[in-house]
């Protein structure tokens, strides 16, 4: 996935495409891109958060694939643990982000507890950032109002 700065070109469509180029199997890019299209209206605005989340997904999981792929078995581990009476749901938490931890170290050998918090407020910062970006919910909005007004 190392073209992820085109994603932002994208379109619904062509998003299922560079998705399995890029290495994803039929099944994710699949489910992905019918995220893709997941609108959600705020106080009477329509936001893209479908298209940012997928976007964001792709450019975190460009730049760090182990802290990806040690969140995914963490959580996987975490599914199993989750059935443990009274503490289960402690004990999956702290699985995921040992998980996500241990790829982070992966990643980033020189990285601390401090960097591997950073880099998962930084990719919800850039999420909300973009989903707040009026110029690009502009159209959307514009579009939805548009339908609900005819």
Same mark, same amino acid.
């Given at each position: 996935?190392?073209?992820?700065?085109?994603t932002?070109?994208q379109?619904?469509g062509?998003?299922?495409?560079?998705l399995?180029?890029?290495?994803?199997?039929e099944?994710?890019?699949?489910k992905?891109q019918?995220?893709?299209n997941?609108?959600?209206?705020?106080g009477?605005k329509v936001?893209?958060?479908?298209?940012?989340?997928v =976007?964001e *997904? &792709?450019?975190?999981?460009s730049?760090?694939?182990y802290m990806?792929?040690g %969140?995914?078995m !963490?959580?996987?581990?975490a599914l199993?643990l989750?059935? =443990?009476p *009274? &503490?289960g749901?402690a004990?999956s938490?702290?699985t995921?982000l040992?998980? %996500?931890?241990? !790829?982070?170290?992966?990643?980033n050998p020189?990285g601390n =507890?401090i960097?591997?918090?950073?880099v998962?407020?930084?990719?919800?910062?850039?999420?909300?950032k973009?989903?707040n970006n009026?110029?690009?919910?502009?159209e959307?909005?514009?579009?939805?109002?548009?339908?609900s007004?005819?």
């Open positions: 996935m190392k073209e992820h700065e085109n932002n070109q379109s619904d062509s998003i299922f495409s560079w399995i180029k890029n290495g994803v199997s099944w994710l890019a699949t992905l019918a995220f893709w997941t609108i959600t209206r705020i009477g936001l893209l958060t479908g298209e940012t989340i =976007i *997904l &792709v450019k975190f999981t730049g760090h694939p990806a792929v %969140a995914v !963490g959580f996987s581990a199993l989750n059935q =443990i *009274l &503490v749901w004990i938490c702290l995921t040992t998980g %996500a931890y241990l !790829g982070h170290l992966h990643d020189k =507890i960097s591997f918090f950073y998962i407020l930084d990719v919800v910062y850039k999420i909300f973009e989903i009026p110029e690009k919910n502009e959307a909005n514009n579009c939805v109002f548009a339908e007004a005819g």
